[in-house]
């Protein structure tokens, strides 16, 4: 009898588990792709989040991807032909739109959308996929009830990496200024995967953008923002604090939270908080409704309860109507879209200089 909360192991699964490391090799740590191995693949080693290190002689052949942050990177990297299964899927509309068409050949290993719920993969349907690496963005991904853990994939032989760019608490060590984990997480998958190259190039082209704005801000004053996420309620708000990948993008833009100071990724406020940090713009951040025109009107309402809310009336931001959009999944997943993030907001801060 299985322990409890452990990876499922029949007999049955143990041979699809087993099947799919012998006909894939590399993170089997024995090859039997002789050519992936001898060719031009060098064997690499990478830390994740909680600094498990996961090891390759060959690219994988059987990947999962437990949450559409990773899953969005992975398809960046051109390496979407290897994703055998993902867990929650995307809403749809929301991802981008060239990749819609391979997005919708994938199975979905956690069931259809189901909005403003997560559910984890659960490991029998995690074990059928064969996989021989599982890629997770946040650690509720491997930790919820009815997950695989790390260490249950670990014990089957099966390496798997927790990225650090979105809620990695451990690899946030000082405030997030620059995009450098989205970075890391890029170049870690790209040279798993064999495509470092592919990596470099993604990375350069962020820089570039990037950088660009930086040189068309010069020495413009930060604007100080409030990043309002409507979506997490308003009865009492959560200010992403300098650990979240909102910051780097405000900063970036030529932007200042007024929670700056906070050393940690979310943290509970009230709203007479806010009004005494007298922010000249609010930030609002919505969840991609995957319809531009329920996207616009969820900013609109956004948007209507800060313009007549009692307590921000006093604000620089509210008597000078000053508000910037972003959507969640640019702005605040930490991915390549950060970029463009960066740039429609240095564009809403700063319209005479980023245009």
Same mark, same amino acid.
């Given at each position: 009898?299985?322990?409890?909360?452990?990876?499922?192991?029949?007999?049955?699964?143990?041979?699809?588990?087993?099947?799919?490391?012998?006909?894939?090799?590399?993170?089997?740590?024995?090859?039997?792709?002789?050519?992936?191995? #001898? +060719?031009? =693949? @060098? &064997?690499?080693?990478?830390?994740?989040?909680?600094?498990? $290190?996961?090891?390759?002689?060959? !690219?994988?052949?059987?990947?999962?991807?437990?949450?559409?942050?990773?899953?969005?990177?992975?398809?960046?990297?051109?390496?979407?032909?290897?994703?055998?299964?993902?867990?929650?899927?995307?809403?749809?509309?929301?991802?981008?739109?060239?990749?819609?068409?391979?997005?919708?050949?994938?199975?979905?290993? #956690? +069931?259809? =959308? @189901? &909005?403003?719920?997560?559910?984890?993969?659960?490991?029998? $349907?995690?074990?059928?996929?064969? !996989?021989?690496?599982?890629?997770?963005?946040?650690?509720?991904?491997?930790?919820?009830?009815?997950?695989?853990?790390?260490?249950?994939?670990?014990?089957?032989?099966?390496?798997?990496?927790?990225?650090?760019?979105?809620?990695?608490?451990?690899?946030?060590?000082?405030?997030?200024?620059?995009?450098?984990?989205?970075?890391?997480?890029?170049?870690?998958?790209?040279?798993?995967?064999?495509?470092?190259?592919?990596?470099?190039?993604?990375?350069?082209?962020?820089?570039?953008?990037?950088?660009?704005?930086?040189?068309?801000?010069?020495?413009?004053?930060?604007?100080?923002?409030?990043?309002?996420?409507?979506?997490?309620?308003?009865?009492?708000?959560?200010?992403?604090?300098?650990?979240?990948?909102?910051?780097?993008?405000?900063?970036?833009?030529?932007?200042?939270?007024?929670?700056?100071?906070?050393?940690?990724?979310?943290?509970?406020?009230?709203?007479?908080?806010?009004?005494?940090?007298?922010?000249?713009?609010?930030?609002?951040?919505?969840?991609?409704?995957?319809?531009?025109?329920?996207?616009?009107?969820?900013?609109?309402?956004?948007?209507?309860?800060?313009?007549?809310?009692?307590?921000?009336?006093?604000?620089?931001?509210?008597?000078?109507?000053?508000?910037?959009?972003?959507?969640?999944?640019?702005?605040?997943?930490?991915?390549?879209?950060?970029?463009?993030?960066?740039?429609?907001?240095?564009?809403?801060?700063?319209?005479?200089?980023?245009?």
């Amino acid at each position: 009898m299985p322990v409890k909360n452990r990876f499922p192991r029949p007999r049955t699964l143990i041979v699809l588990l087993l099947g799919a490391l012998c006909a894939c090799g590399g993170p089997s740590g024995v090859p039997d792709d002789t050519k992936a191995a #001898a +060719g031009n =693949y @060098a &064997p690499v080693t990478v830390s994740d989040c909680g600094g498990r $290190q996961a090891s390759f002689t060959a !690219p994988p052949k059987r990947v999962v991807a437990l949450t559409n942050s990773v899953l969005e990177i992975l398809f960046w990297l051109g390496v979407q032909d290897k994703v055998v299964g993902i867990g929650s899927p995307p809403k749809p509309g929301t991802f981008p739109p060239r990749f819609e068409p391979d997005l919708a050949k994938i199975p979905k290993l #956690a +069931g259809e =959308y @189901a &909005p403003g719920s997560y559910k984890p993969v659960p490991r029998e $349907q995690l074990a059928a996929a064969r !996989p021989d690496f599982v890629v997770g963005g946040f650690s509720s991904n491997f930790d919820s009830n009815g997950a695989t853990s790390q260490q249950e994939l670990a014990e089957e032989k099966i390496p798997s990496y927790l990225a650090v760019s979105t809620s990695c608490a451990a690899a946030a060590k000082s405030a997030l200024t620059g995009l450098d984990l989205v970075y890391r997480d890029i170049d870690s998958l790209g040279k798993v995967f064999g495509v470092p190259d592919r990596a470099a190039k993604l990375i350069a082209d962020m820089r570039r953008r990037t950088d660009g704005v930086t040189a068309k801000l010069g020495g413009a004053a930060p604007v100080s923002v409030f990043p309002f996420e409507f979506d997490e309620g308003t009865q009492t708000p959560y200010a992403p604090g300098n650990r979240q990948g909102v910051n780097p993008v405000i900063t970036l833009a030529g932007g200042r939270s007024v929670f700056s100071d906070l050393d940690k990724a979310y943290q509970k406020v009230s709203w007479e908080q806010v009004a005494q940090r007298a922010p000249e713009a609010i930030l609002l951040i919505v969840y991609d409704k995957g319809v531009k025109a329920d996207t616009d009107a969820e900013f609109a309402k956004a948007e209507q309860f800060v313009r007549t809310f009692p307590g921000l009336s006093g604000t620089p931001a509210v008597k000078q109507g000053r508000f910037a959009r972003l959507v969640y999944e640019e702005g605040s997943n930490g991915g390549v879209r950060n970029a463009d993030a960066v740039v429609s907001l240095a564009h809403q801060l700063h319209p005479d200089r980023v245009r």
